[in-house]
């Protein structure tokens, strides 16, 4: 673990190869893109086998939803992390190890992840509809189910959800006839490749005379394109591509950035922006042409751009209307609508680090059947599913895996492997024990720095407009009936509070 504390009076990198750790000057990167600061540190160290991960020109000019960039095109792309790393005067860290990695038993290791691998292989989710079609394979199953959040969340349905999803970008498009997609993409050893490296058609009127924006590079992912596409009312697949090139690029997070492009559009319908402010750009929904150059102006805090880089709450907020930015504890909800997926809602409700899906994918239950199918559209038994998937996840994510590996693996199929691996008595319901206490601990963190059960909560618009279409028609979040029954088995007070008990069982 590294930790950085304080701020370096002037822009650095960190260095670690192997043993060896250094800071670096990086005065001449500052300024400089994530895709420019990856080649200058990779000549520079004389290494090209070095992982960076860096921040672009949006977590130097803070704004709230930049994220840390490593390899180009994947990204801690959540909770504004990259503006933290801006505001330290830290630009990159680079790594390079080249020694091995001991694990307990050698043996019983490469037993137990050979047959995991079988495992994952075998599924349909790991080993066909990931590879094949990436996150992306998504898009038209969450339609179908009038689970896919639009224009700002005002539906639940978008009419052009086919034209941006992972099938569209398969087809042959434009005069060349080549697709979106060009290959998968894997992480280190990973067999289940889920990446994507996409190219924007060179004649499209983004890239037209910008040669550095023909090359290929990260595909869209399901959240990006939905952020990016279904959020604004946008179908055309080619702005959204580069729309998400530039969100790379600069170093921002495009689930944060489309919604709350969503939110602005909204306030300009109503009259609320105008193009006075915005410097004659028309915020229409539908519009490319308004998500692409927003999207530059946010990356270089430009204009306009300075507002939309504080976020959606923020935002709706300053122009009087909070209850359109469509967050939890400040950040803004991905692809699910908790209207027609009802864990969902109280998955974001309850999330310690504010709205995300990471932290406890009912969908793989109510949408996907996995491990077992449960039903979207009912609140029974969802507050006991969500403390199931939050804790096993916790212990996942605590473990090191890629979370994409529990589509096929339960705990009992990672508990061998990180009894291989590591020292101790790994049981499954050791590693579930420790996904409760870290997510107590975080619990105890939020509440200790300010966080309250007032918190816990759905934007209104889920509350109270209910679904229009779709097997969710006529729905709301069920959250109010949910929160209670989930604060119990928690053992938390009513008000949100881990009780006596609880910390201790947990040896908090």
């Known amino acids: 673990m590294i930790i950085f504390e304080a701020r370096a009076p002037s822009p650095l990198y960190l260095t670690i190869i192997d043993d060896k750790v250094d800071l670096v000057d990086a005065s001449g990167l500052w300024g400089k893109s994530v895709w420019?600061?990856?080649?200058?540190?990779?000549?520079?160290?004389?290494?090209?086998?070095?992982?960076?991960?860096?921040?672009g020109i949006a977590?130097?000019?803070q704004v709230l939803f930049s994220c840390i960039v490593n390899d180009l095109h994947r990204a801690a792309g959540r909770s504004g992390v990259g503006a933290v790393m801006g505001s330290k005067n830290l630009k990159a860290v680079a790594v390079r190890g080249t020694g091995g990695v001991k694990v307990e038993d050698f043996k019983n290791?490469?037993?137990?992840?050979?047959?995991?691998?079988?495992?994952?292989?075998?599924?349909?989710?790991?080993?066909?509809?990931?590879p094949t079609y990436g996150t992306q394979v998504l898009m038209n199953v969450i339609n179908e189910a009038g689970a896919l959040p639009s224009i700002n969340s005002r539906d639940v349905q978008f009419?052009?959800?086919?034209?941006?999803?992972?099938e569209a970008m398969a087809e042959p498009s434009g005069k060349n006839g080549k697709p979106n997609l060009l290959a998968n993409q894997a992480c280190f050893s990973c067999t289940i490749a889920c990446g994507r490296i996409s190219k924007v058609n060179e004649e499209h009127y983004t890239v037209v005379n910008r040669p550095e924006y023909w090359q290929a590079s990260g595909g869209l992912e399901y959240e990006a394109a939905w952020a990016l596409g279904a959020a604004t009312g946008i179908k055309d697949l080619d702005a959204l591509t580069f729309a998400n090139f530039l969100?790379?690029?600069?170093?921002?997070?495009?689930i944060s950035f489309g919604s709350t492009l969503g939110a602005a559009m909204e306030l300009f319908e109503e009259g609320l922006i105008t193009t006075e402010m915005t410097g004659g750009l028309e915020l229409k929904f539908g519009s490319a042409e308004a998500l692409t150059k927003s999207a530059e102006m946010v990356g270089k805090a430009e204009g306009f751009g300075k507002e939309l880089g504080q976020g959606s709450a923020r935002l709706c907020a300053k122009y009087g209307r909070p209850e359109l930015s469509m967050t939890v504890k400040g950040q803004e909800f991905p692809a699910y609508d908790p209207r027609a997926i009802q864990g969902m809602g109280l998955t974001y409700a309850t999330s310690n680090r504010g709205a995300c899906h990471l932290r406890s994918y009912t969908v793989s239950s109510e949408i996907l059947g996995i491990p077992e199918k449960t039903d979207p559209l009912t609140t029974d038994g969802k507050a006991e599913l969500v403390?199931?998937?939050?804790?096993?996840?916790?212990?996942?994510?605590?473990?090191?895996l890629c979370i994409f590996t529990?589509?096929?693996w339960t705990l009992e199929d990672i508990a061998p492997q990180i009894n291989a691996a590591c020292e101790g008595e790994w049981t499954v319901d050791k590693l579930l024990e420790v996904g409760e206490r870290v997510w107590n601990l975080e619990r105890q963190f939020n509440?200790?720095?300010?966080?309250?059960?007032?918190?816990d909560k759905l934007p209104e618009r889920l509350m109270k407009d209910a679904a229009k279409t779709g097997p969710a028609k006529g729905l709301v979040s069920g959250l109010d009936k949910m929160l209670p029954e989930y604060y119990e088995l928690r053992g938390w007070t009513t008000e949100g509070v881990p009780t006596n008990e609880t910390l201790s069982r947990l040896e908090l």
């Open 406 to 408: 529990t589509f096929a």
């Open 159 to 166: 009419d052009g959800a086919r034209d941006i999803s992972a």
């Open 447 to 455: 509440n200790n720095a300010g966080f309250t059960a007032a918190d």
């Open 109 to 130: 290791f490469m037993k137990v992840t050979s047959d995991a691998k079988k495992v994952l292989a075998d599924n349909a989710v790991t080993g066909e509809g990931l």
């Open 59 to 61: 977590g130097e000019n």
């Open 387 to 400: 403390k199931a998937f939050q804790d096993a996840t916790s212990a996942v994510d605590s473990s090191g």
């Open 36 to 55: 420019e600061t990856n080649a200058a540190i990779k000549p520079e160290l004389q290494d090209p086998m070095m992982h960076v991960a860096a921040i």
């Open 247 to 254: 969100c790379n690029e600069q170093g921002i997070d495009p």
